[in-house]
């Protein structure tokens, strides 16, 4: 039982240089989000998308690109990075429905991804 | 819009003994969920606990309570007999009809042998 699987877990970047941080999951979740984790600091919200080939913008979504071709699958990408964007990164998934099928499921996370942009 | 504010920045406690972590949320809807996240050194996200708002029991999970106020909008956390495992970053956070999830800014428990 995997839950929710990020990969790299380590990655150093050099300004500029571009990367897709891979979020999988397979609870058949229909909600995914992507979060960033600055030191000593909250979650900030990136991207998420309701359900396959629906995204949508966060609180922090400059500099970040996503896409959901699939359920399982919402990589993250990052086109030119930048000192700012060194954070951890955690990817969520959870299953929300509304009205009959309101939820308190609550959302599942990755391990998180460290990236350092030099 | 939600938020949700943690006003502890850190707080330590002695093994054994209880401590409560408070949280307040500001919102205009009815139905929603409310969560505590422990994210110990290892950096994981882990549930500690979850209330819904249209349950008026607070909820229990073990050593940990939740003090509910809803009118207050407020959401603290109760650890009893606290043990050093419990070291580590909380969050309280909010998930309302979009299925966004809000964090608050986080607490850094200590507990002290």
């Known amino acids: 039982n995997a839950g929710v699987t990020q990969t790299p877990k380590f990655r150093i970047l050099k300004i500029g240089q571009s990367m897709t941080l891979q979020c999988t999951q397979d609870m058949n979740h229909n909600y995914m989000y992507w979060y960033r984790q600055d030191p000593g600091m909250g979650l900030k919200l990136i991207y998420y998308?309701?359900?396959?080939?629906?995204?949508d913008k966060g609180e922090v979504p400059n500099g970040y690109n996503v896409s959901r071709s699939t359920t399982e699958d919402f990589p993250l990408r990052l086109e030119l990075a930048a000192p700012s964007q060194t954070s951890v990164y955690f990817c969520a998934s959870s299953y929300f429905g509304q009205g009959a099928l309101y939820s308190n499921q609550p959302q599942h996370f990755g391990d998180g991804t460290r990236l350092s942009i030099l | 819009a939600q938020t949700v504010t943690q006003s502890q920045p850190e707080m330590s406690v002695q093994e054994a003994e209880t401590v409560t972590l408070s949280c307040t949320y500001d919102t205009s809807e009815n139905n929603y969920y409310l969560f505590w996240y422990k994210q110990p050194p290892s950096r994981q996200m882990i549930l500690v606990i979850r209330q819904e708002a249209y349950k008026q029991q607070n909820a229990t999970e073990n050593r940990f309570s939740v003090n509910f106020q809803k009118a207050a909008k407020s959401f603290s956390l109760k650890i009893s007999d606290s043990q050093l495992g419990d070291t580590a970053m909380y969050f309280c956070a909010f998930n309302g009809d979009t299925g966004k999830l809000i964090f608050g800014q986080g607490t850094t428990l200590q507990v002290k042998p």
């Open positions: 998308s309701v359900g396959a080939g629906i995204t």
